[in-house]
Nanobody
Framework: QVQLLESGGGLVQAGGSLRLSCATS????????MGWFRQAPGKEREFVGA????????NYADSVKGRFTISRDNAENTVYLQMNSLKPEDTAVYYC????????????????WGQGTQVTVSS
């Protein structure tokens, strides 16, 4: 069993930055691919970014590519999402998830989910 706890959300002005963290419990963190997803009010959950178990592979949604960076620290059992040049349309609840060694953009490949952290970007 893996438990995930996101932090770092908040209110920021457009153009600003935030770094989200996802701390995990359990000794198997380094064997899981990790992903970030988000859900805005009235919209379906969407993929943001993913990183492989080793950190060697990443991919991003087109909407965040070049602005967001996902990274992980296996020694600290934590995955991060650095968000720069934030836009009002980035406003959402952000979730981290753990899955197979590399789960990519498909939410069904993730089997542990955090409770989410709110990110609000004002214009």
């Amino acid at each position: 069993q893996v438990q995930l706890l996101e932090s770092g959300g908040g209110l920021v002005q457009a153009g600003g930055s935030l770094r989200l963290s996802c701390a995990t419990s359990g000794r198997t963190f380094s064997t899981h691919g990790m992903g970030w997803f988000r859900q805005a009010p009235g919209k379906e959950r969407e993929f943001v970014g993913a990183i492989s178990w080793s950190g060697d592979s990443t991919n991003y949604a087109d909407s965040v590519k070049g602005r967001f960076t996902i990274s992980r620290d296996n020694a600290e059992n934590t995955v991060y999402l650095q968000m720069n040049s934030l836009k009002p349309e980035d406003t959402a609840v952000y979730y981290c998830a753990a899955g197979f060694k590399y789960s990519g953009s498909s939410s069904y490949r993730y089997y542990y989910w955090g409770q989410g952290t709110q990110v609000t970007v004002s214009s």
